[in-house]
């Protein structure tokens, strides 16, 4: 059974920074994709961060261009979320997922999730 353990998540001021961390465990190899999505209060989740294995494929949504960055250790099958220049509006639950398909016709589908993390940016 695949889980995904994240961690990371707290309180900023805005303009502040935070590392968001997801490690992948139960199954042999590394997921071929792992993403960053959160969800806000009262909306529906969304797409933050995708990357790819090799990083050919890295997809960011247009909110957090310039300020995100996804990255990852295939060693460690661990993904990371550095957010930089925080806002009150990037607070939501950050939820990691992750995927060990080759062929994914919608790329946006991913299989396995994590329990989320909470960010918060205060004003």
């Known amino acids: 059974q695949v889980q995904l353990v994240e961690s990371g998540g707290g309180l900023v001021q805005a303009g502040g920074s935070l590392r968001l961390s997801c490690a992948a465990s139960?199954?042999?190899?590394?997921?071929?994709?792992m993403g960053w999505f959160r969800q806000a209060p009262g909306k529906e989740r969304e797409i933050v961060a995708t990357r790819s294995w090799s990083g050919v494929n890295t997809y960011y949504a247009d909110s957090v261009k310039g300020r995100f960055t996804i990255s990852r250790d295939n060693a460690k099958n661990t993904v990371y979320l550095q957010m930089n220049s925080l806002k009150p509006e990037d607070t939501a639950v950050y939820y990691c997922a992750a995927d060990y398909r080759i062929i994914r016709p919608d790329p946006n589908r991913f299989d396995y999730w994590g329990q989320g993390t909470q960010v918060t940016v205060s004003s």
């Open positions: 139960g199954r042999t190899g590394s997921p071929y994709a």
